[in-house]
């Protein structure tokens, strides 16, 4: 009964995605990467500053967004997480560690096409 009333409802952690990446093939844009542009193509469409991400155009991103093998230098990661003046994207949230980590690794590989 003791236990009970002096449990604390934080010792429960919230489970958070884990993403499974090849150690040989590394992270794939086709499906790693693009499945998270989802959620973006409701604002990055065809006209705009941003990138395009409507057609997940991978061009796009590398149009001055994505710096290969450098995820620090990129546009596109500074954004995700809100640092070095970039506005963090999604606007009002942020994606889940598995998931910026995900785009990190993609670039540090050479932000590939495959």
Known sequence: MGLSITSCYYDAYPEEEID??????????????VPLW??????????GDAPNMQDNSYNNLLNGYVVPDN???SILYKSLLGIDGVPIMPPGSSWSESKINLVKTWIDQGA???
């Open 71 to 73: 995820a620090e230098a």
């Open 20 to 33: 499974i990446i090849d150690p040989v093939l590394g992270v794939s844009y086709a499906d790693d990467i």
């Open 38 to 47: 989802v959620q973006c193509t409701g604002c990055h469409k065809e006209s």
């Open 112 to 114: 590939l096409n495959n």
